[in-house]
Antibody, heavy 112, light 109 residues
Framework: EVQLVESGGGLVQPGGSLRLSCAASGFTISNYWMNWVRQAPGKGLEWVAN????????HCVDSVKGRFTVSRDNAKNSLYLQMNSLRAEDTAVYYC?????WGQGTLVTVSS | QAVVTQEPSLTVSPGGTVTLTCGSSTGAVTSGHYPFWFQQKPGQGPRTLIYDTTNKHSRTPARFSGSLLGGKAALTLSGAQPEDEAEYYCLLSYSGARVFGGGTKLTVL
């Protein structure tokens, strides 16, 4: 069964950091671009960042440039998102997506 | 970054046909934007319906199809079912970066 499982979300103060992880099973992420997508409460989907199969190319939305870094470890079949200098507007459920499969999401809440 | 536009809401009768569209602020949508379509029901995560304009996920019902139509990406639902009531999002690629549309709330009524 193809599965993506996110972890690492939680409550963090403004300016703080979190590292999200996404563990894949049932398929090999090394064959796919992998994406992070977020959804603020009651809002639509927002693409956050992605990374090429071998990690040689990365892209992210302007609002997170210089703060978020996407990475992957194909040997561990895992995807990561390092989030620094977090702001209230980063509050959202964060999903990983790849190979047309989605995780269940992990909630990040930025609040004092 | 580009802005991707979708109809905010649409209504279709059970058994009817409806087409959702996805436009780009940069001009015509082409296959080079690798359009994706996703469905999201309340309280659930998204699921992939269509990738690369016309290709269906293995679990996508046959009543859904993707195309390019009048300079936009399009998702056509033929023979709507009550369970198709959901939010639908398109996603376009711009040289690697991606942008979602604002979503279309589809009501089956």
């Amino acid at each position: 069964e193809v599965q993506l499982v996110e972890s690492g979300g939680g409550l963090v103060q403004p300016g703080g950091s979190l590292r999200l992880s996404c563990a894949a099973s049932g398929f090999t992420i090394s064959n796919y671009w992998m994406n992070w997508v977020r959804q603020a409460p009651g809002k639509g989907l927002e693409w956050v960042a992605n990374i090429k199969q071998d990690g040689s190319e990365k892209h992210c939305v302007d609002s997170v440039k210089g703060r978020f870094t996407v990475s992957r470890d194909n040997a561990k079949n895992s995807l990561y998102l390092q989030m620094n200098s977090l702001r209230a507007e980063d509050t959202a459920v964060y999903y990983c997506e790849g190979g047309m499969s989605w995780g269940q999401g992990t909630l990040v809440t930025v609040s004092s | 970054q580009a802005v991707v536009t979708q109809e905010p809401s649409l209504t279709v009768s059970p058994g009817g046909t409806v087409t959702l569209t996805c436009g780009s602020s940069t001009g015509a949508v082409t296959s080079g934007h690798y359009p994706f379509w996703f469905q999201q029901k309340p309280g659930q995560g998204p699921r992939t319906l269509i990738y690369d304009t016309t290709n269906k996920h293995s679990r996508t019902p046959a009543r859904f199809s993707g195309s390019l139509l009048g300079g936009k990406a399009a998702l056509t639902l033929s023979g709507a079912q009550p369970e198709d009531e959901a939010e639908y999002y398109c996603l376009l690629s711009y040289s690697g970066a991606r942008v979602f549309g604002g979503g279309t709330k589809l009501t089956v009524l």
